[in-house]
């Protein structure tokens, strides 16, 4: 057991070698941390905060809607 924890750690640590090596690592990373953020946003539904409509905008457009 201890021999595959060594191979996957020598493995993880040649990845890493190989990542910076490229630049390539540091991209994910902040492509990650960007994309997280985003995602903390939410959606104008999951986000209290967000702009929407007045009651009264959203009545007529109800109305409005029914009539046609």
């Not at 040649?14 to 630049?23: M, Q, W």
């Not at 941390?33 to 007529?60: C, F, I, M, W």
């Amino acid at each position: 057991m201890s021999s595959l924890a060594r191979l996957l750690a020598l493995t993880f640590v040649i990845g890493i070698l190989c990542g910076c090596a490229t630049d390539q690592l540091s991209r994910n990373i902040y492509e990650g941390a960007r994309q997280h953020n985003d995602s903390l946003k939410g959606t104008p539904l999951e986000n209290p905060r967000a702009e929407s409509v007045s009651r009264d905008e959203y009545e007529k457009a109800l109305r409005g809607g029914a009539g046609e």
